[in-house]
């Protein structure tokens, strides 16, 4: 059974810094590309940054760019987000997902839980 | 980018309707779509991809249709459920700036 299981979010102060795991089980781990996807409190869906299967390619949104940084360790099977400079609008629920390859394109699959980011004084 | 915009933003119908959700691209996206379905307090569940293609598990009264920049997600039957939110998500984009519709409450009548 797939399972993603987030970590690491909290309460931090604007400026600050947070880290974010995703523990991932039931598939191999280093075959697919991962993702961050964000949903604001009583908000939509946004997609925060993606990486590819041995790191090669990453891809973050305008919103997050040079601020937050996607790795992957695929010893471990685990996902990470590093979060930087935060802001109030970081304010969120950040879910992990698995990125499957069709011919369409990368699409999300499976996601965990979430864990929830707020950023206040 | 690529921006995304889902119709209607709530809608309220009943057990055994048939229901349709459309979503218009900004540009042409190749059927590179997908739709989700988010319950409260929930992780999105993927119900289709590719426009059309069903996710496995996903009951067979959810499909997918549309070409070019509209898409539509039918549910034929409403099931109790079935009640949630429901968000389009285009990954067409290259490089990758996956953008999602602004979601579709789906409530009871």
């Known amino acids: 059974e797939v399972q993603l299981v987030e970590s690491g979010g909290g309460l931090v102060k604007p400026g600050g810094s947070l880290r974010l795991s995703c523990a991932a089980s039931?598939?191999?781990?280093?075959?697919?590309?991962m993702n961050w996807v964000r949903q604001a409190p009583g908000k939509g869906l946004e997609w925060v940054s993606s990486?590819?299967?041995?790191?090669?390619?990453?891809y973050y949104a305008d919103s997050v760019k040079g601020r937050f940084t996607i790795s992957r360790d695929n010893a471990k099977n685990s996902l990470y987000l590093q979060m930087n400079s935060l802001r109030a609008e970081d304010t969120a629920v950040y879910y992990c997902?698995?990125?499957?390859?069709?011919?369409?394109?990368?699409?999300?699959?499976?996601w965990g839980q979430g864990t929830l980011v707020t950023v206040s004084s | 980018d690529i921006q995304m915009t889902q119709s209607p933003s709530s809608l309220s119908a009943s057990v055994g309707d048939r229901v349709t959700i459309t979503c218009r691209a900004s540009?042409?996206?190749?059927?590179?779509l997908a739709w989700y379905q988010q319950k409260p307090g929930k992780a999105p569940k993927l119900l289709l991809y590719a426009a059309s293609r069903l996710e496995s598990g996903v009951p067979s009264r959810f499909s997918g249709s549309g070409s070019g920049t509209d898409y539509t997600l039918t549910i034929s039957s409403l099931q109790p459920e079935d009640f949630a939110t429901y968000y389009c998500?285009?990954?067409?984009?290259?490089?990758?700036?996956?953008?999602f519709g602004q979601g579709t409450k789906l409530e009871i009548k």
């Open positions: 998500q285009q990954y067409y984009s290259t490089p990758p700036r996956y953008t």
């Open positions: 990486i590819s299967s041995s790191s090669s390619y990453i």
């Open positions: 540009q042409g996206i190749s059927n590179s």
């Open positions: 997902a698995r990125e499957p390859y069709d011919s369409s394109g990368y699409y999300s699959d499976y």
């Open positions: 039931g598939f191999t781990f280093s075959s697919y590309s």
